[in-house]
């Protein structure tokens, strides 16, 4: 009989459906800022709130936008926006008819946890990465719909919007688990603290000098950790990030010198500009410009891929998703480090902190136009122009000239002999 541990369950993506266990009541509407997406906005807002009765959620920024609001004063704006703000003024009735009825929220405000049952982005990929960053646990199914300049992320177009969400309002659609980066950063002075606290643990009462060296502590690291994305969702102060975490030098003119440990386990060092740590669906943006291979997102891996390494032979690589990856800087590096998430919350890395990176266990659905697998091949075929190049004639189309200049040239040979 075959062993059980011995057999490799494999998934088919295709299995990956959307189910409602619920019809959908609430939905949020993001849109990136560009006036050339607020008729569609306004247009999707209002057939969600009319036509399917459902609680649409905005960003409060929303209601701020100038085009919106019919109390800006004129005479104060440029000629050029003065002439914008007419020309939308049929788009401005319409979204102040819907105003009131609209719930809004302010990012690293409020807690959107539970609250909201389906997310529609309307923009580029930056718009997907913010629906990422705005759900630190469980994100609701996102609907991307391309408004922006490359849509490698946003596989739905907004010409027939009607039809396509009613399908995935009633269930009828593929989706994509985009895996996402579990990151936090453990500084130096937290690990010393927490010795320190396991060191008095045994009295309630600190001993003096103790406490002296816990303020010491407070006072010259600052806080373990600085990021302001919705920490309030976020389990153990770690961010999620659906891209990629970049490690890279700053404004230093030094290498970065950055060692890297996976499971606890000294692996190698870069020296270069950086690292990328990315997640499949990252595998497109800043790592495929740093050299490394395009993966699918229902690939379960995490790319390391370093930025302009000192070495002809530091290849990125892939390993699996279940590690953790510890990041530190070289305790002989010459510089300290900067560190970035999906581009956002920039901050310095220091000699003796560390950055932990590992798989979560909170992707983000992304609905699907026609299929995992056709999705995928469609965007790096339209968005990166993937493998585009001329076709090499076939031999039929070849063969009369082929084989009339061969004989040319043995008829040239044989006169040659007869002449000599």
Same mark, same amino acid.
């Given at each position: #009989? ?48 009319? /036509? ?6 905005? @960003? ?6 100038? *085009?919106? !609001?019919?109390?800006?004063? +004129? ?20 979204? =102040?008819?819907?105003?009131? #009825? +609209? ?11 539970? !609250? ?11 718009? =997907? ?19 922006? %300049? ?39 002075? @937290?690990?010393?603290?927490?010795? =320190? ?8 009462? +600190?001993?003096?000098?103790?406490? !002296? ?13 600085? *990021? ?6 976020? $389990?153990?102060? %770690? ?36 690292? &990328?740590?990315?997640? $499949? ?21 995490? *790319? ?32 300290? %480090? ?9 901050? /310095? =890395? ?16 992304? &609905? ?20 585009? !190049? ?6 039929? /189309? ?17 006169? *040659?002999?007869?002449?000599?």
């Amino acid at each position: #009989m075959k062993n059980s541990a011995m057999v490799m369950q494999i998934q088919d993506p295709a299995s990956q459906r959307l189910t409602w266990y619920k019809p959908p009541l609430t939905v949020l509407v993001i849109k990136k800022k560009d006036s050339q997406v607020l008729l569609p906005f306004v247009q999707l807002v209002e057939w969600l709130v009319q /036509e399917k009765h459902m609680v649409v959620w905005v @960003e409060s920024a929303v209601l701020e936008d100038k *085009l919106l !609001r019919d109390d800006v004063k +004129l005479e104060a704006e440029s000629a050029k926006f003065r002439q914008v703000h007419g020309d939308y003024a049929g788009v401005r009735a319409r979204f =102040l008819a819907l105003r009131d #009825m +609209l719930v809004t929220f302010k990012d690293g405000r409020d807690d959107l946890t539970d !609250r909201i049952d389906f997310i529609v982005c309307l923009g580029g990929d930056g718009t =997907l990465l913010y629906a990422s960053q705005l759900f630190q646990q469980s994100v609701p199914p996102v609907m991307a719909f391309y408004l922006g %300049s490359l849509g490698f992320l946003t596989p739905f177009q907004c010409d027939n919007f009607q039809e396509q969400v009613t399908n995935v309002l009633e269930g009828h659609a593929a989706l994509t688990l985009r895996s996402r980066l579990s990151c936090s950063i453990h500084r130096k002075g @937290e690990r010393r603290k927490e010795s =320190l606290l396991a060191s008095a643990s045994g009295s309630n009462l +600190l001993k003096p000098n103790l406490h !002296r060296q816990l303020n010491h502590v407070d006072l010259n690291n600052g806080p373990s950790w600085s *990021l302001k994305a919705n920490n309030n969702n976020t $389990p153990n102060n %770690s961010i999620l990030v659906l891209n990629e975490v970049v490690i890279n030098r700053g404004p230093s003119p030094y290498l970065s010198n950055i060692d890297i440990f996976l499971d606890g386990k000294y692996i190698t060092s870069v020296q270069g500009d950086g690292l &990328i740590v990315s997640t $499949p669906t990252g595998s497109t943006a800043y790592a495929a410009a740093a050299g490394a291979s395009m993966i699918h997102p229902s690939v379960p891996a995490i *790319l390391v891929t370093p930025i302009c390494p000192h070495s002809l032979s530091f290849r990125p690589i892939v390993v699996p998703a279940g590690v953790e990856l510890k990041i530190s800087i070289s305790p002989d590096s010459r510089n300290t %480090s900067r560190v970035s998430f999906d581009g956002r919350n920039d901050q /310095e =890395l220091n000699h003796g902190d560390s950055l932990r990176v590992t798989t979560s266990i909170y992707p983000v659905p992304s &609905i699907c136009s026609q299929d995992q697998i056709s999705d995928w091949f469609d965007s790096l075929a339209e968005g990166l122009h993937w493998n585009v !190049r001329k076709r090499q004639k076939c031999l039929d /189309e070849l063969s009369d000239l082929t084989t009339s200049g061969s004989e040319d040239r043995l008829d040239e040979f044989d006169n *040659l002999k007869i002449e000599a």
